[in-house]
C-alpha cells in the first residue's frame, strides 16, 4: 500500500534563506507525485507534480522538487523564501489510475522576516 | 474557468441538524472527490466519484454521511444527524481521470456543530 512520509510538522526559516521540505512514499510501482500548498482558509492548490518524466520538477512560485527513486524522495525546495510563502504543504502520492490518493500529514512553513 | 464551487462557505449548526453541503466540479472534470480536514486526523478521502458513479465509499465515517453525484456538474454530502466531532473543513475536488492530473480543490466549507 501507497502511504506518504513528511518529517517536520513545523519549518521555520528566515526570509531569503533556502526552504527544504522533506517528503518519503512508499509505493510499489512507480508513482505519481505531488506537492500541493494550502494558504490559510484556502483549498489546496497544486504546486507541482511528478509523473514519470524528467525527474526534477518545476512549479510555481519558484518551487521545484526533485524524484529520487533510490531514496524513494520528493523533496520540495526553493533557493530563497518569501514571505508570502508561509503556508501548509502537502505531499501525495498515488500509484494507479483510479486516482485514490495518499496525502502526508502536512508541513507548516514559516517565514521569519 | 471559476474552477471548483462549494457552497456554503461557513455551516454553523446544532447537534441533531441535517447539514447539506454542494459541489460544482469543474466542467469536463468526470472524477469528484470529497475530504474532510482536521487537526487531528489531517486530510481524509472520504468518497470518490467516477462519471457520477461512487467508487470507494470506505472514508465515509459512518451512516449518518452519504453524498450523491445526480450528473457531472453537482454533488452533495449530507451529514443527518450532526454531531460536534463532525466539525472540520470539508474540501470537494474534481479531476479529469488519469492519476496524473491532479486534483484541483474549491475552498471548503467550514463545519460547526455545536
Known amino acids: 500500500a501507497q502511504s506518504v512520509t513528511q518529517l517536520g510538522s513545523h519549518v521555520s526559516v528566515s526570509e531569503g534563506a533556502l526552504v527544504l521540505l522533506r517528503c518519503n512514499y512508499s509505493?510499489?510501482?512507480?508513482?505519481?507525485l505531488f506537492w500541493y500548498v494550502q494558504y490559510p482558509n484556502q483549498g489546496l492548490q497544486l504546486l507541482l507534480k511528478y509523473t514519470s518524466a524528467a525527474t526534477l520538477v518545476k512549479g510555481i512560485n519558484g518551487f521545484e522538487a526533485e524524484f529520487k527513486k533510490s531514496e524513494t524522495s520528493f523533496h520540495l525546495t526553493k533557493p530563497s523564501a518569501h514571505m508570502s510563502d508561509a503556508a501548509e504543504y502537502f505531499c501525495a502520492v498515488s500509484e494507479d489510475q483510479g486516482q485514490n490518493f495518499v496525502f502526508g500529514p502536512g508541513t507548516r512553513l514559516s517565514v521569519l522576516p | 474557468d471559476a474552477g471548483v464551487i462549494q457552497s456554503p462557505r461557513h455551516e454553523v449548526t446544532e447537534m441533531g441538524q441535517e447539514v447539506t453541503l454542494r459541489c460544482k466540479p469543474i466542467s469536463g472534470h468526470n472524477s469528484l472527490f470529497w475530504y474532510r480536514q482536521t487537526m487531528m486526523r489531517g486530510l481524509e478521502l472520504l468518497i470518490y466519484?467516477?462519471?457520477?458513479?461512487?467508487?470507494?465509499d470506505s472514508g465515509m465515517p459512518e451512516d449518518r454521511f452519504s453524498a450523491k453525484m445526480p450528473n457531472a456538474s453537482f454533488s452533495t454530502l449530507k451529514i443527518q444527524p450532526s454531531e460536534p466531532r463532525d466539525s472540520a473543513v470539508y474540501f470537494c475536488a474534481s479531476s479529469k481521470q488519469g492519476a496524473h492530473y491532479g486534483y484541483t480543490f474549491g475552498s471548503g466549507t467550514r463545519l460547526t456543530v455545536v
Open positions: 466519484f467516477n462519471n457520477n458513479v461512487p467508487i470507494d
Open positions: 509505493s510499489s510501482v512507480p508513482p505519481y
